[in-house]
């Protein structure tokens, strides 16, 4: 049970911790953060700045954990049902290239450009608005960019990887449980390897089931001389004490999406050794570490032929 004066410890952290990020930003000459259309795309903090790093997570993980608590567990189980619809709304019309960044529009003006009734743009451009700072609207009916859509507009890379996630990895995820209520137990979803002394896997396990990954691994035996190293280089889900993180979080919330996209998943510590005893007894797991400030993890094991 939470202790009564959590939130005052919360809030307290946030304030702590929110005045290293300040400071940064003051001493950098840097502006505030904020969301207007040509305010700073992100918080440019250098890697080995770790005591502004930390402050920055250690912020964002309190204010998700005070809004929790603010919120309260009943209302926390009410599913927002229209959230990203706006979203996706704006990327198929192309509402955020409707006009630059820096001018203003009309939704008489998005109407004409997307092919949209009026009052269909008014309640799509609102509802980004209010739930996702899409655009902003100072005046009544004057639409101007956020820093949000100021970036979508201006970066296709960006905007492409949010429509990818939109348009194939959310229904996924839709259908993930209709698709485990069918085959409970699957793991659906060779080339010979080059002689080597290091064979580098960087990302390439999460996207496979525990079956393929024994493969992966046992197609490298025709080539393996004794000493020659396997690398992997991959995130690990955390243990119960590390639950509470933004890096755990992430490597959670990717778990599910390997799950709902590829039938794969990510991995907690204790299953390395034995993927790689499962392949292969003459497999030698040596161990993983993770460097300083990392996200994933370095993860080795040696051929013993």
């Given amino acids: 049970m939470a202790s009564t004066d959590r939130i005052i410890e919360l809030s307290s952290l946030i304030a702590k911790e929110t005045a290293v990020i300040n400071d940064f930003l003051v001493q950098n000459q840097l502006p505030t953060p904020s969301l207007d259309a040509h305010a700073l795309k992100s918080i440019p903090i250098p890697e080995d700045a770790t005591e502004v790093q930390a402050a920055r997570s250690a912020v964002i993980e309190a204010c998700s954990e005070l809004k929790a608590l603010m919120t309260g567990p009943k209302e926390l189980l009410k599913f927002d049902w229209t959230a990203f619809v706006s979203v996706k709304a704006v990327l198929r019309f192309q509402l955020d290239k409707s006009f630059p960044v820096g001018e203003s529009t009309t939704f ?4 004409q450009f997307s092919g949209l ?7 799509i451009v609102r509802h980004a608005i209010i739930n996702h ?57 060779n080339e010979t390897p080059v002689h080597a002394d290091v064979y580098f896997f960087r990302s390439i396990f999460h996207n496979w089931a525990d079956k393929y990954c024994i493969q992966i691994l046992q197609n490298l035996v025709p080539a393996l001389k004794p000493g020659a190293r396997v690398v992997i280089h991959e995130r690990i889900l955390p243990g119960l004490e590390g639950l509470n993180t933004v890096d755990a979080r992430r490597a959670i919330n990717l778990d599910i999406g390997m799950q709902q996209l590829l039938n794969a998943q990510q991995r907690e510590m204790h299953e390395w050794p034995e993927l790689f005893r499962k392949a292969d ?5 040596i161990g993983a570490n993770k460097p300083a400030g990392a996200t994933r993890w370095i993860i080795e094991a040696e051929w013993e032929g």
């Fill in 117 to 123: 009734s009026v009052r269909n743009v008014r309640r």
């Fill in 133 to 189: 700072y899409f655009f902003q609207e100072a005046q009544p009916g004057i639409i101007t960019h956020s820093g949000l859509t100021a970036v979508l507009a201006e970066d296709e890379a960006v905007r492409n990887s949010l429509i990818v996630e939109l348009d194939e990895f959310w229904p996924a995820g839709v259908k993930m449980t209709d698709a485990l209520e069918k085959w409970p137990n699957s793991e659906e979803n």
């Fill in 281 to 285: 007894s003459r497999f030698r797991y």
């Fill in 108 to 111: 008489e003006a998005m109407s």
